[in-house]
Structures are given as C-alpha cells and as structure tokens.
C-alpha cells in the first residue's frame, strides 16, 4: 500500500494529506543535504592532509608558500564551519508540537499519547502547516550553507594547487642541489 493511501484510509482530509505529502518530500531534501555535505567534508579532508604532508616545519617556509598555506587552510577551514553550520543547525520549534521532535521529547511518554488522542483535525493540520514551514527553514539554511561550503572549497584549490606544487617543486628542487 502506498504511503498515499494510508493516509486516506486513515480518513484524514484531502489537505492534511497533501500536507503530510509535503512534509515528506522536505525531508527528501534533509537526506540530500547531508549526503553532500558529507563528500564535501571528505574533500576538505583530503585537500588538508595533502597540503600538510607536503608543508615543511615553518621555519623553512618562505613568505608566499606561508601566506599560500595560510590562505588554503583558513579557505577550507571556514568550508568546514559552513558544512558544521549546515549539519548542526540552529534549531528553535514550537514547544506544544505534537509534530516537532523537540517538543515530543520533551513530553513523558503517557502525556504524549493523551495529547494525540485529545488533538483534532484543525489542530493537527495547523501544527503540521508550521512543521512544513519549520523543515522549509531548516532545509533552506542546509542549502545556503552547502552552497557557501562548495563556493569556498572550489576557491581554495586554486591556491592549495599553488602551494602544494611549490612546496613540493621547492623540496625536489632542494633535494637536487644537495645531491649535486
């Protein structure tokens, strides 16, 4: 049975249902968010642990492969805040929701099931109207921090490339004039 018709076999009106249907493919959007901001983190990752296994001790950098590193690292290193903005969002809800997984939690388990029995049908569609509007929010605020996320790690590997060739060209360059 589709997720549709349960709805309707529950005898819930035509707009709780395409509420209910709305509320569903938000969270869709949750799902992608995550998943991207997941790959994002894994690349910031790698494009960190690269540029510190070809980073010498400072003392032996010189000022623009420093101010290079610098610049890499403080570009993917506010990549990361936006992806932890994004993850852990700021997260404020009605508190007398039947819906909204704060304000559940906040209930002992008898009151909770009591207030569903209690709640009528203009009641629960006003609390799921303000649950869909609260995850537009929410998945809204994911995105623009996804966005700033990627925008800032596409920029950094314009001078993380920099300072990785010349950090690595200045080794082997180094290495070559030792052995000579």
Known sequence: ???????????????????????????????????????????????LATLAGATPPLHELTVIRAALVFLTVFMVGTSIACIYR????????????????RSVAAYLEEDYAGEWQAVDATQLVDDLAR??????????????NLRAAFSLTVAALVPWAVAVAALTWGEASAKSLIGR
Do not use: C
């Open 86 to 101: 994004g993850l852990f969002p700021r997260l404020s809800g009605p508190m007398n929701s039947l819906l909204y997984f």
């Open 1 to 47: 049975m589709a997720k549709e018709d349960r709805f309707e076999a529950l005898g819930l009106s035509h707009r709780t249902t395409e509420l209910w249907r709305e509320l569903d493919l938000i969270m869709t959007f949750h799902e992608r968010v995550e998943s991207r901001f997941a790959l994002l983190f894994g690349v910031n990752g790698a494009l």
């Open 131 to 144: 649950q869909v509007w609260q995850n537009a929010r929410l998945v809204t605020a994911k995105f623009r």
